[in-house]
Every structure is written in C-alpha cells, then in structure tokens.
C-alpha cells in the first residue's frame, strides 16, 4: 500500500499528534493510502488470502462484516484493513486479524455524530492555536476527508479491539475510536483514529522512554571507553 500525500491530511495529522484537553491528552491518526500492492504487502497479501480462504468457517464464507468471504472483493477488503493498521501501528503486528475483528458502521453520517462529539474538546484547542486557520477545526476535518476519499461512495468499518495486543489497550488510555473509510472505486482508504490518554500515563511513558534513551547513551560512552581502553592496551 503507498502512502497518499494530501496537505489538508497531513496538516491535521499533524496537529492531532498531541492535543492537551486539560484532563487528557489526544492522540490521532489520520492518513490515506492507495490499495495497490507491492512488495511486502503484495507477499503478506497472499498469505493472508490462503490463511482466510482455509480458516474462515461455513458461516462467514457466505457472511461477515466485509462481505462474504466466498467472494474475492470480500477478501481484499479484509486484506487492505488488516494492511492499513500494520503501515499505521509498526510496532504491532495485525497479520493474525480476522473478519469478526472488524465491523461494518451503518453509514457515514453516523461515524460523523460519534467523531464530531468525542472531539469537542479539540475543536476547542484548534479554534485557540495561532497559525491553524479561520474554518472550524470539525468542518475542516470532514473537508480534508471528503476531498481525499469521497465520503459518498465510501463503506466505513471499525476494528474491534481486543485491549491486549493493539495500542488502544496501553495503559492509562481513557477513550478511543476508529474508523476506515474504503472507496472501492478509486482503490483508497482512510482511516482516522484517536486516543484518549490520561496526563499521569502520558508523563510515565515520556519519562520511560526518557530512561531508556539516557540508558543507550550511557551504553555508547562505555563502549567507547572500552574501544579506548583496548586500543591504548595495543
């Protein structure tokens, strides 16, 4: 899948990176990619078709939530949900996922009520940050969505979480959602996600990568000095 590059996107990727809402601190994703595949992808690809074909039961073959499995289009959608959260979240492996992991919402205008409510506290902090622009920060969402993957034709899913083996079961996470929007038409999907995490679980994890960073450089200075010590034993 190739990363699709839409300034609008990556503007508002960017400031969802870390929102400060007071009690919490949000996280957000929001990137595009093309369902074309090659490489790695395109090898995982057909792994996951075999694995899918020969371990889905009699029941999801002719339903699930992407569609009977029995049916190829079904099997992509699957394939290119599954691929979207790996190119997402590198740091997890989602090759495992299997249909009754996602779900089909039951329509666009409905994902718009729950993002447009669980984000009103940002839509607060975009209208106080200089630099951001006039237009609402919601409207310019939905602008930017609409402009890279034309909601209309869209179908949109959501991954059930397990709290165990993803991001959105880390400690200290209060809220999450996310969603994929799949245009079967131009080949394309979004997907937009955001996290909820308590300020005191933000400020561990900064000083645990804080440790950990202090930890390798101590490392590095004492294998120097050791590559010093030897070279002066020469």
């Not at 959602?177 to 038409?185: A, G, I, L, P, W």
């Amino acid at each position: 899948m190739k990363y699709l590059d839409f300034a609008p996107l990556a503007r508002i990727n960017a400031f969802l990176d870390n929102v400060d809402v007071g009690d919490y601190i949000v996280h957000g994703d929001l990137e595009a990619y093309s369902c074309k595949l090659a490489g790695l992808d395109k090898k995982l690809s057909r792994s996951l078709e075999q694995d899918v074909q020969l371990g889905s039961s009699p029941l999801e073959m002719s339903k699930s939530p992407v569609g009977p499995l029995s049916e190829s289009s079904s099997r992509k959608t699957l394939i290119y949900l599954i691929l979207t959260l790996n190119h997402i979240y590198p740091d997890y492996d989602f090759s495992l996922l299997r249909a009754n992991h996602f779900r089909k919402e039951d329509g666009v205008s409905t994902v718009e009520e729950a993002v447009d409510s669980q984000l009103l506290e940002v839509s607060r902090v975009w209208e106080s940050t200089p630099g951001v622009g006039d237009t609402a920060f919601l409207d310019s969402l939905w602008t930017a969505i609409d402009e890279a993957i034309t909601l209309a034709d869209c179908d949109v899913y959501s991954y059930k979480t397990d709290l165990e083996s993803d991001p959105f079961g880390e400690k200290g996470n209060v809220w999450s959602f996310n969603f994929f929007f799949y245009n079967r038409k131009l080949k394309r999907i979004l997907y937009l996600s955001c996290r909820g995490i308590s300020k005191t679980a933000a400020k561990l994890t900064e000083d645990s990568s804080e440790c950990r960073y202090n930890s390798d450089d101590a490392d590095d200075e004492e294998a120097q000095t050791y590559g010093m010590a030897n070279d002066m034993d020469l």
